[in-house]
Nanobody
Framework: QVQLVEFGGGLAQPGGSLRLSCVVS????????MYWYRQAPGNERELVAG???????NYADSVKGRFTISRDNAKDTVVLQMTSLKPEDTAVYYC?????????WGQGTQVTVSS
């Protein structure tokens, strides 16, 4: 069974940084395309960033230049480095793994940006 566990959420001040990590177990990590989504209260879940098995990356326009997604296949981990945080980045962040039609989700981690 594939399991995803996120780490690293918390409280940051505007302009600050946070680093989210997601560890995947139960399958061959390197074959998965990995994603970070977020969902703020009252909003739909939205894609923040993605990195394919071939390490092609893509970002939502709202985070381009501020967030960086990376992966370490040796550690079965995907990382979202978030800088220049804004209050509108406040949300629950979810890690997701996709391989073909199969998609798996973590439990989410809260990120709050506030002074």
């Amino acid at each position: 069974q594939v399991q995803l566990v996120e780490f690293g959420g918390g409280l940051a001040q505007p302009g600050g940084s946070l680093r989210l990590s997601c560890v995947v177990s139960g399958s061959i990590f390197s074959v998965y395309d990995m994603y970070w989504y977020r969902q703020a209260p009252g909003n739909e879940r939205e894609l923040v960033a993605g990195i394919t098995s071939g390490e092609y990356t893509n970002y939502a326009d709202s985070v381009k230049g501020r967030f960086t997604i990376s992966r370490d296949n040796a550690k079965d981990t995907v990382v979202l480095q978030m800088t220049s945080l804004k209050p509108e980045d406040t949300a629950v962040y979810y890690c997701s793994a996709r391989w073909g039609v199969r998609q798996y989700w973590g439990q989410g981690t809260q990120v709050t940006v506030s002074s």
